[in-house]
């Protein structure tokens, strides 16, 4: 029986599949481990990233000008209610801020960093409610006690409260509208459902626009049917810009890299810097003594909650074990059994960066 060529191809491209699976059935496996990796540092490994010579340049701002050439076009297609996506390979940050500063000077704008690690989206609204307030105010010729009355400070309002004053039909004018932008929509703080139902509906609000910027493959999974069509509005906009993700990667290990014990220190300080003050002098107390009795396996609960007491930080064992959940939810603490069957406490942290986070903390 003769084979054709195409049916030739195949029948090779299998047995080659299942040669090799013979081979490596039988050969010796790799004794190669990924702890045997010699690891740079990671201040080392980002300054070597940043020397390297960037190529292509002329073709890639002959690029970047005809994106900017259609800036009038996407000012067009927010003016009649759409919200603008921008996704392609390289950063898009210095893009849509360069669009921002140049296009849309008579609108506000609102930027959020979508690829910090937390963002707190109440916040944001309340910014965008401020900020429409504001800018309410400015434009009217009429008198402010003219406008609605949204009875500031926002902060003390609901979600549903907020969404309906940037949704107010009270605000007439189509003009009167925030333009939000949103680098990494699809970045770690922003992803979870519950923030993207969110954002969806900040989008269709009357008054809000939005330009957004993709990176991550499965993005588009992020939302359904309705929320694309009813409430993004999205108008997709293929945009590669080949530019490196400077910005972007600074929040993210790199692979192959030691952690400094600078930038562990940094990280963990601004992890602190979210909790309250009295959570702060607890994990100061735990890391204090950390530091004066380094041949321990860590501080036992209850010198911790004796401590903590002493100094009026706590009122109780449930206040104490609330700060420590939440320092183990954020990995700042550990739980390690002692020989007498106490839990200690540990910070995973060796003790130079350890000196070097309360440094930090105590500025």
């Known amino acids: 029986m003769e084979l054709n060529d195409g049916e030739e191809e195949e029948f090779g491209f299998s047995r080659n599949y299942f040669l090799a699976k013979d081979l490596a059935a039988s050969g010796k496996k790799s004794t190669h481990k990924l702890s045997d990796i010699n690891l740079v540092d990671e201040q080392e490994l980002r300054a070597a990233a940043s020397n390297i010579e960037p190529k292509h340049e ?151 626009r939005m330009i957004a910027s993709i990176d991550h493959v499965n993005a588009p999974l992020l939302w359904d049917k309705k929320m694309v069509h009813t409430q ?20 993210f290990p790199l692979i192959l890299a030691h952690g400094s014990s600078a930038q562990t220190a940094k990280t963990a300080a601004i992890v602190l810097q979210s909790l309250t003050p009295n959570a702060q002098s607890v994990f100061k107390i735990l890391a204090e003594y950390q530091l004066s009795h380094p041949d321990e396996e860590g501080m036992p609960i209850d010198t911790l909650y004796a401590t903590s007491r002493e100094r009026f930080l706590v009122s109780s064992q449930v206040t104490l074990n609330s700060h420590l959940t939440e320092f183990k939810d954020h990995e700042l603490v550990k739980t390690r059994r002692h020989s007498d069957g106490q839990d200690c406490f540990y910070i995973p942290l060796a003790s130079e960066a350890l000196e070097k986070l309360l440094s930090e903390i105590n500025q």
């Not at 993004?232 to 929040?251: D, L, R």
């Open 232 to 251: 993004f509005n999205w108008h997709w906009y293929h945009v590669p810009t080949f530019a490196p993700y400077k910005v972007e990667g600074m929040f």
């Open 58 to 208: 002329k073709e890639i701002v002959s690029q970047i000008d005809s994106y900017k050439s259609l800036y009038s076009r996407w000012v067009f297609m927010l003016r009649c209610g759409f919200g603008l996506l921008m996704y392609g390979f390289g950063s898009k940050k210095a893009l849509l801020e360069d669009f921002a500063s140049t296009a849309l000077t008579e609108y506000s704008v609102v930027v959020i960093n979508g690829y910090l690690q937390s963002i707190n989206i109440k916040q944001v609204v309340i910014t965008l409610a401020e900020v429409l307030w504001n800018q309410c105010k400015s434009k009217r010729k009429t008198p402010s006690r003219n406008l609605p009355r949204a009875q500031q400070p926002f902060n003390s309002h609901s979600m549903d409260d907020l969404f309906a004053f940037l949704d107010g039909s009270e605000l007439k004018e189509n003009d009167y509208f925030v333009c939000v932008v949103i680098h990494n929509i699809d970045g770690p703080g922003l992803r979870d459902s519950e923030t993207q139902q969110h954002l969806g509906r900040i989008a269709s609000c009357s008054h809000i």
